[in-house]
């Protein structure tokens, strides 16, 4: 299979202000990060809060660039955003001046949809997010987890062929996270897009993701990349014995991680940096 992203030895860096040094440091984000995202292929990536995933996200959605290192897609070195990427960011990024389906019509626009099909499909996916009755409705007239739908549904809606999505069902109730979560995996069986998804849940990286990309604390390193050797998503996965061997082999690579970056935290707080 050939990679449809694929970095090599990237490193961001965020200059930072250090208040007891009166100047600006240089703050290392994610270092020496090396990833091959494959065509049609669904990652899931996980790692301690703080260790930099979002701000690979950003990266690879071209909205930042890196300090060294190459990004490519589909061979092509990444140089900003564009249609061929759709975000779904952590927290939500809807136009609070355009309503549920304003928003998701956006990205139909830029795609140059006539505004009957944008409406059509604004509607149907609404209707996949189940925010049918919400369409009129503004950003600030949406609860949190009602506005991450709409910003799901506006980035599948305009059908781009990599989805980079931050958390997106962070803030559902269980039984809304788990219709989406189906609802995506069957758009991803369905289209062979490639999926970047990040994720704080660790059932939910073994149950979306062909592979579970694990990052190191601060900087971010990709550490362990694990196959995930379902055959299908048939059935009731996590019922399956392999679910919870997966799931506990993260875990136990995760906590290390949790430990080492709280040791960094407590070296940081007592040298005062
Ligand atoms: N614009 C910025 N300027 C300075 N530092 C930044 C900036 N953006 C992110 N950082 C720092 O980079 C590190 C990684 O941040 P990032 O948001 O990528 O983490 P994350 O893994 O997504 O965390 P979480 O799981 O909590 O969402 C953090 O220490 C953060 O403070
Ligand atoms: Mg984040």
Redesign the pocket.
């Known amino acids: 299979m050939t990679a449809k992203i694929s970095l090599r030895g990237v490193t961001k860096t ?1 200059s ?1 202000r250090a208040a007891n040094l009166g100047r600006s440091t240089e ?1 290392t ?1 994610v270092a020496g990060i090396d990833l091959d995202v494959r065509e049609g292929e669904f990652l899931t990536l996980v ?1 301690p ?7 690979l996200l950003d990266l690879i959605a071209g909205l930042t660039r890196p300090a060294s290192g190459r990004i490519l897609l589909d061979g092509e070195e990444i140089t900003g955003p564009g249609l061929d990427r759709g975000v779904v960011f ?1 927290q939500y990024a809807l136009f609070p001046w355009r309503t549920a389906r304003g928003n998701i019509e956006f990205g139909l626009e830029a795609k140059g949809a006539g505004r009957r099909e944008r409406r059509e499909r604004a509607g149907e996916f609404l209707d996949l997010v189940g925010l049918t009755g919400f369409a009129d409705r503004y950003p600030h007239e949406l609860s949190g987890g009602m506005r991450q739908r709409v910003a799901i549904a506006r980035s599948l809606a305009f059908d781009p062929e990599v989805l980079l999505m931050d958390e997106p069902f962070a803030a559902l109730d269980a039984q809304t996270r788990e219709s989406l979560q189906e609802e995506l995996l069957g758009i991803w069986e369905r289209t062979g897009k490639t999926v970047v998804f990040i994720t ?1 849940g660790i059932d939910e990286a073994v149950y979306l993701g062909q592979r579970v990309a694990i990052m190191t604390s ?1 900087p ?1 390193r990709i550490k362990e990349i694990v196959d995930i050797g379902f055959d299908s998503r048939e059935g009731d996965l996590r019922a399956d014995p392999r679910f919870g061997q997966y799931r506990h082999h993260i875990w136990t690579r995760l906590r290390d991680e949790v430990a080492a970056a709280q040791a960094n935290e407590r070296e940081a707080v007592g040298t005062g940096g």
Do not use: L, M
């Open positions: 965020f930072v703050f984000a790692g809060s703080g260790c930099g995933k979002s701000t952590q704080h601060r971010g």
